[in-house]
């Protein structure tokens, strides 16, 4: 069994991608994003 902690979303384009909220939302991972993405990760993530 594979356990996962954290999603890569290393993307510069996206604006507040729905693959990454949904995965913080259903999957309870740790975002690992870059600033671009529009998403504020300020104590959920990196």
Same mark, same amino acid.
């Given at each position: 069994m594979t356990k996962y902690f954290a999603v890569l979303f290393?993307? +510069?384009s996206e604006g507040s991608p729905p693959s990454v909220l949904n995965v913080m939302a259903n999957g309870g991972l =740790?975002?690992?994003i +870059?600033?671009?993405c529009? =998403?504020?990760s300020y104590k959920y993530g990196f």
């Open positions: 290393p993307s +510069a =740790i975002p690992i +870059a600033k671009q529009g =998403i504020d």
